[in-house]
């Protein structure tokens, strides 16, 4: 069974920084993504970050560019988010998540069970 755990969620004033972690256990061995979403209160989920298993590749939503770097991470499987220069709008519940597609933005059929990033001003 495959299991993807997050953590480093928080509360953070807005400008300051956060670092997210997933972790993947199980026969995750064939995923070819894994990304980063979002869902704030009252909005749906979205798309946030992904990296290719093999570190080759990355994308980021716009809203994120230039603040928020993703890395494979140390697990073998997995994917750190550093999030820079946080700002209230940040403010959601972060899932990680993989894919076995071609895509990075869709198609992601892992889930976690999500953390809380909370940013205040």
């Known amino acids: 069974q495959v299991q993807l755990l997050e953590s480093g969620g928080g509360l953070v004033q807005a400008g300051g920084s956060l670092r997210l972690s997933c972790a993947a256990s199980?026969?995750?061995?064939?995923?070819?993504?894994v990304g980063w979403f979002r869902q704030a209160p009252g909005k749906e989920r979205e798309f946030v970050a992904a990296v290719t298993v093999n570190g080759g590749a990355t994308d980021y939503a716009d809203s994120v560019k230039g603040r928020f770097t993703i890395s494979r991470g140390n697990a073998k499987i997995g994917a750190d988010l550093q999030m820079n220069s946080l700002k209230p709008e940040d403010t959601a519940v972060y899932y990680c998540?993989?894919?076995?597609?071609?895509?990075?933005?869709?198609?992601?059929?892992?889930w976690g069970q999500g953390t809380q990033v909370t940013v205040f001003s």
């Open positions: 998540a993989a894919t076995l597609g071609r895509s990075l933005r869709y198609a992601y059929g892992y």
């Open positions: 199980g026969r995750a061995f064939s995923w070819y993504a």
